[in-house]
């Protein structure tokens, strides 16, 4: 269960709309809820009170792919960190291509039990989004579940 605040959810739909038609990438920041000690295998829920915007890297074919810049990625996890915020997932849009997660998206995800929400935006309108968990111990067995998001 992902839990999204109502200005976090409009601010990373509005910003798919905003590069359309590239794709647009971010941070989601927030915490997970519930007990650490819970066995791992539970998933947990997340709270997203806010989103970092970020600048795609993928110059070479932005309509398409998505880099986050680790340079924003470490100055993004220092920042929250002094806000008492953990990076819950990520964000990115699909222009003109529905809200789901494609083979590239499962090959560069590396946050394990972090939400990796996917917004579909159609000519310029942001439709559809939605949010997949990425699952697994490891490179080898890692897979994205559907994840239900709720606006808070
Ligand atoms: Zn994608």
Redesign the pocket.
């Known amino acids: 269960m992902l839990k999204i605040s109502q200005s976090a959810y409009a601010s990373l739909r509005l910003h798919g709309e905003e590069t359309y038609p590239h794709?647009c990438c971010g941070v989601l920041l927030g915490h997970f809820d519930g007990d650490s000690s819970e066995s791992v295998s539970k998933s947990v829920s997340k709270t997203v009170s806010r989103v970092a915007r970020c600048g795609n890297t993928r110059a070479d074919s932005p309509h398409?792919r998505?880099h986050i810049d680790p340079r924003d990625l470490i100055r993004i996890q220092r920042e929250g960190r002094e806000r008492g915020e953990d990076i819950v997932g990520f964000y990115?849009s699909?222009p003109d291509h529905p809200a789901q997660?494609?083979p590239?998206?499962l090959a560069e995800a590396h946050w394990f039990g972090c939400s990796y929400v996917?917004t579909s935006v159609e000519k310029g309108k942001a439709t559809i989004t939605n949010s997949f968990e990425l699952t697994g111990t490891d490179e080898d067995d890692k897979k994205f579940v559907d994840e239900k998001t709720e606006l808070v």
């Open positions: 794709e398409n998505y990115h699909h997660w494609s590239t998206d996917i």
